[in-house]
């Protein structure tokens, strides 16, 4: 269970971070996040998760994409990659 879960935060950081970067601003990048960590919460809540663990769930996928895009930007500016 906990592999899948690991898998699915890993694939849903990804495909986040990837819009992320193709936005034009930090700005637009953070809103687009605070919105799907948004969105991430009322599904858990949904689902019938605790309010406390919809957070730690949706804060734990959106710092991995904000991990994510900050390489992706790093990539994209050629800075070394780990370096950002």
């Known amino acids: 269970m ?3 879960l690991t898998n699915t935060v890993i694939a849903w950081a990804s ?16 809103e687009y996040l605070a919105e799907r960590r948004r969105e991430l919460m009322a599904g858990a809540l949904g ?3 605790a309010e406390d663990d919809a957070a730690i769930l949706a804060d734990a996928c959106v710092n991995a994409a904000r991990r994510l895009l900050i390489e ?13």
């Open 2 to 4: 906990a592999e899948d």
């Open 15 to 30: 495909e986040v971070a990837r819009c992320a970067a193709a936005l034009p601003s930090r700005q637009a990048r953070d």
């Open 47 to 49: 689902e019938g998760v």
């Open 72 to 84: 992706l930007l790093a990539q994209r500016a050629g800075v070394p990659e780990g370096r950002a």
